[in-house]
């Protein structure tokens, strides 16, 4: 049965590109929805930019009968239409009386499944609420599914665990040249990138890497970096790959407490001298949904509060010196002279990355489109890592399938110039660590 989609506006705000996902399936974009997106055509979130390139795309293939019959998407592709039912059309008022937006779309779905009765209408929104009031009128609804990863419990971790290790293969990564050919763990498939590796028998451990550029299995020293200590397998696999210039793309995910930032941080600041600048950034997702214009006072007390995470970590990096060591002076030196510049989001997101080492707290909160668009800013020397839990999401339309931050890990998984790592352990406390556990 032939398909027709119904977007919500913030399918397109979502992704731009969403009509071109669609193979031979119609689409169907409610008037109202071209009336919301008018409100987010100025500013620099990416909301505005998605808005703005919606427009563009709708104005190349504007046409009389986009409004009628509908316009081709192309060769074996559906048709793209504008549907102008109002809430007067909408045979459900007495139930959703209020004349809004979500209504309105709601209405041109409605009137589309029961006219086209041979085919199904689907409505596409990431508003939780507007699918429910769909079904409760019985139109089919769905969540927009095609930059989302589908099965979380494969989702690359980025280490393994080899239990049985012989002694021998144990012993030569702590001999020089503190490596070994990766065929002599007896694993029949190599990684095809950089991956790591806890490898033990009833005596002995070790923790390695396989280096793709070397094709082989290296030994990973826990070291001090930064003056920050690890203190588990994980945060030393985490440690090697923020200090390793041949990866210049990193992802650490885990949850709360299990020192994601913190070591973000301390593999910047040991490698400054190999970058212009450290940016430190996250997104702001404003509470309620409501833009941090509402927030009282003027643009740092209102910015303020999202940030103070980030100087809580870098606080706590330079705590680890007494005030006369001359690393204690050197980070508030380099936060003057802004070598080290701590800010939201937006405003470091249209900055030139040449030769920066590039840190986005809390990427669990971006689209992946997002994500896409910070990754193909990065020039030159230029290293980004991307931190975060997957499964404590603010947005209110992502979650831990659809989010910028898994969908990345999903994507990048075994190319060279990437490494990622998942923190399991958390390390605050012991409360922390039980509260984060059961609650």
């Known amino acids: 049965m032939k398909k027709i989609f119904v977007l919500d506006t913030n399918i397109i705000l979502h992704d731009s590109a969403c009509i071109d996902q669609f193979e031979d399936n119609d689409v169907v974009i409610p008037i109202a929805v071209l009336e919301e997106l008018d409100h987010f055509k100025k500013g620099n979130e990416m909301v505005n930019y998605h808005a703005r390139q919606f427009a563009r795309t709708l104005d190349k293939i504007s046409d009389d009968i986009l409004f009628?019959?509908?316009?081709?998407?192309?060769?074996?592709?559906?048709?793209?239409?504008?549907?102008?039912?109002?809430?007067?059309?909408?045979?459900?008022?007495?139930?959703?009386t209020e004349d809004i937006p979500d209504h309105r779309i709601l209405a041109s779905a409605y009137k589309l499944s029961k006219l086209l009765k041979k085919e199904r209408v689907i409505l596409l929104s990431k508003d939780v609420n507007l699918r429910l009031k769909a079904r409760s009128i019985g139109v089919e609804s769905q969540d927009y599914f095609s930059d989302s990863v589908k099965n979380m419990d494969e989702l690359y971790t980025g280490k393994t665990v080899l239990e049985n290790i012989s002694e021998d293969t144990i012993d030569s990564l702590y001999t020089v040249p503190f490596e070994l050919e990766f065929s002599s763990t007896g694993i029949e498939e190599t990684p095809k990138g950089w991956h790591h590796y806890i490898l033990k028998n009833v005596q002995k451990s070790a923790?390695?890497?396989?280096?793709?550029?070397?094709?082989?299995?290296?030994?990973?020293?826990?070291?001090?970096?930064?003056?920050?200590?690890?203190?588990?397998?994980?945060?030393?696999?985490?440690?090697?790959?923020?200090?390793?210039?041949?990866i210049p793309l990193v992802t650490i995910s885990g949850k709360a407490g299990t020192g994601k930032t913190l070591l973000a941080l301390a593999g910047a600041l040991e490698k400054?001298?190999?970058?212009?600048?450290?940016?430190?950034?996250?997104?702001?997702?404003?509470?309620?949904?409501?833009?941090?214009?509402?927030?009282?006072?003027?643009?740092?007390?209102?910015?303020?509060?999202?940030?103070?995470p980030l100087w809580d970590n870098l606080k706590v990096i330079q705590n680890q010196y007494t005030r006369s060591h001359s690393e204690f002076d050197k980070i508030d030196e380099m936060i003057k002279d802004e070598k080290i510049i701590v800010a939201p989001l937006t405003y470091i997101r249209g900055r030139s990355l040449q030769k920066i080492f590039f840190i986005v707290d809390e990427a669990q909160n971006l689209t992946p489109h997002e994500v896409k668009t910070i990754i193909t800013r990065a020039?030159?020397?230029?290293?980004?890592?991307?931190?975060?839990?997957?499964?404590?999401?603010?947005?209110?339309?992502?979650?831990?399938?659809?989010?910028?931050?898994t969908y990345l890990i999903d994507r990048f998984k075994g190319e060279k110039l990437f490494?990622?790592?998942?923190?399991?352990?958390?390390?605050?406390?012991?409360?922390?660590?039980?509260?984060?556990?059961?609650?």
């Open 68 to 96: 009628d019959k509908g316009v081709s998407l192309g060769e074996n592709r559906g048709l793209l239409k504008i549907d102008v039912t109002s809430s007067n059309d909408f045979d459900n008022r007495d139930i959703f």
């Open 207 to 246: 923790l390695a890497a396989y280096n793709p550029n070397s094709l082989k299995l290296v030994h990973v020293d826990k070291k001090t970096v930064a003056s920050i200590i690890p203190r588990n397998a994980e945060q030393i696999f985490a440690l090697n790959l923020l200090t390793n210039l041949d």
């Open 272 to 308: 400054r001298k190999n970058y212009q600048q450290i940016f430190i950034a996250r997104p702001i997702v404003p509470l309620s949904n409501k833009d941090i214009g509402f927030l009282p006072g003027d643009i740092k007390a209102k910015i303020d509060p999202y940030l103070q």
């Open 379 to 405: 020039g030159e020397n230029t290293k980004i890592v991307f931190t975060g839990d997957i499964y404590q999401i603010d947005h209110p339309f992502l979650d831990s399938h659809s989010n910028g931050l």
């Open 419 to 439: 490494g990622h790592i998942n923190l399991e352990k958390g390390e605050r406390s012991e409360l922390a660590e039980l509260a984060s556990n059961l609650l």
